[in-house]
């Protein structure tokens, strides 16, 4: 699966992002998708993640409320929408995919990841 992120860019404090993935080279709509950040200096962390219809979804504490994960699957297209950012927000934003039909919970694919500013 080749992910390929957009949206990112510089924001104020209180604003909004849409952040885009999409996906080609399998199927789609056999993977779970999420995404995850890495701030400056720190470890990458899980943000939120969607099971393969969209009915399941999981987010970090940090962002509940404020962010939103959607797919598409007729586009072979995940989102992130993100509210109300915070300048703790700022960080390098990747898109990743896990298959959902085998045993393993690891997330195999990962885009190149793109970069979320917000300045306070």
């Known amino acids: 699966v080749q992910l390929v992120e957009s949206g990112g860019g510089l924001v104020q404090a209180g604003g909004s992002l849409r952040l885009s993935c999409a996906a080609s080279?399998?199927?789609?709509?056999?993977?779970?998708m999420g995404w995850f950040r890495q701030a400056p200096g720190k470890e990458r962390e899980f943000v939120a993640a969607i099971n393969r219809n969209g009915y399941r979804k999981d987010y970090v504490d940090s962002v509940k409320g404020r962010f939103t994960i959607s797919r598409d699957n007729a586009k072979n297209t995940v989102y992130l929408q993100m509210n109300s950012l915070k300048h703790e927000d700022t960080a390098v934003y990747y898109c990743?995919?896990?298959?959902?039909?085998?045993?393993?919970?690891?997330?195999?694919?990962w885009g190149q990841g793109t970069l979320v500013t917000v300045s306070s």
């Open positions: 080279g399998r199927t789609f709509s056999n993977y779970v």
């Open positions: 990743a995919a896990r298959y959902a039909l085998g045993i393993s919970l690891e997330y195999r694919y």
